[in-house]
């Protein structure tokens, strides 16, 4: 079993890890090379001569065409899409898993490359020192393995995009209505309720649109948030990058939280409003989230809807099953 990829980019972790630790967990060989035909954040699974193909872009746009190969699994999959031999790849995360022992199996045309100094770096950064998103801070095994009650606690971390950076005057209009909710939202829990931790990562933008939201530099280290997401109850999330979930929401899914999200416009398998997530109407209704948290604390709905959460995530997105359910998929359970 052979994993290709031109780059090693910072959304092929997961899919890179998850690789790790099932041919680990299966005693298999480690098979992880540089193919320079293949797209920026697409990566080519080889098995029993069968070829998979992972697109994680953040485009709902296919960066290949299915008919190349025999599966084609995709990070942002519109409903429409889904057919023949596509299926959705469901929330990214970028998780890690014992990266030294990985960076001893990488084929050295990939370990070398320039372009992949930078998660060769991270991985290289086991106790999270030196970058803001060391492996070794994202390792799977420091993550939660129970669910508890921080009464009902909420939190909504967030960052902002500057329009002015995107010649495309869809994209332009896009950042700025996301903008709009990140900061209203963080202004609107932080008024209403006492328990939340809000802000916004601090840059140029921010200090200049709210600098009453802005992060210290200590809040919003990953390190540093990861820890305190752990203790938190409810997480609020909103689209990503061209109106398509970023990691928050898969990262709050893994730690068992409760989630209220703006309307979820792409394919993720069983993931199910009052379920797994409260839904706002739409891309603007920030003014409907106290109503949600106050509905996720009646009764300690958020409880449930984190154990939801929490079970959700070990089938889809934890890499003691990830791979295995492509793999089931593409009728290879090896």
């Not at 492996?135 to 420091?142: Q, S, V």
């Not at 919003?220 to 305190?228: C, E, I, M, Q, T």
């Not at 409760?258 to 009052?274: D, G, K, M, Q, R």
Request: hydrophobic fraction near 35%; include cysteine.
């Amino acid at each position: 079993m052979k994993l290709e990829l031109s780059i090693w980019t910072h959304h092929l972790t997961h899919l890179v890890y998850a690789y790790f630790y099932y041919c680990r967990a299966n005693k298999m060989d480690v098979n992880i090379a540089h193919n320079s035909n293949l797209k920026h954040n697409a990566a080519l699974l080889t098995v029993n001569n069968k070829a998979i193909f992972f697109d994680y872009s953040d485009d709902t746009k296919f960066i290949d065409l299915p008919n190349n190969f025999d599966f084609y699994f995709k990070r942002s999959l519109l409903e429409k899409d889904k057919k023949n031999n596509v299926f959705p790849l469901n929330f990214n995360v970028p998780m890690a898993y014992k990266s030294h022992l990985l960076l001893m199996k990488l084929n050295k045309d990939l370990l070398f490359q320039k372009f992949n100094k930078t998660e060769v770096g991270r991985a290289l950064d086991v106790f999270g020192l030196f970058t803001n998103s060391g492996h070794g801070t994202l390792d799977i095994r420091n993550y939660p393995k129970t669910i508890s009650d921080y009464g009902g606690n909420i939190i909504y971390y967030t960052r902002l995009w500057n329009p002015d950076n995107h010649p495309d005057e869809d994209e332009k209009e896009r950042r700025s209505l996301q903008n709009e909710f990140r900061i209203k939202a963080c202004r609107i829990v932080k008024k209403e309720f006492k328990n939340a931790s809000v802000g916004l990562y601090g840059d140029s933008l921010s200090n200049k649109m709210a600098p009453d939201l802005v992060l210290s530099p200590d809040e919003s280290d990953k390190k540093s948030y990861l820890k305190k997401l752990s203790v938190y109850n409810i997480g609020i999330a909103d689209d990503g990058l061209k109106n398509t979930p970023g990691w928050k929401i898969g990262e709050y899914a893994l730690y068992g939280k409760a989630i209220i999200s703006t309307p979820l416009n792409v394919c993720i398998e069983n993931f199910e409003e009052h379920v797994n997530y409260e839904k706002l109407s739409s891309r603007s209704s920030y003014e409907e989230i106290p109503g949600k948290i106050e509905f996720l604390l009646e009764g300690k709905k958020y409880l449930e809807m984190g154990k939801n959460n929490f079970e959700w995530s070990r089938k889809y997105l934890h890499p003691e099953n990830y791979l295995n359910r492509i793999l089931i998929l593409a009728g290879e359970n090896i």
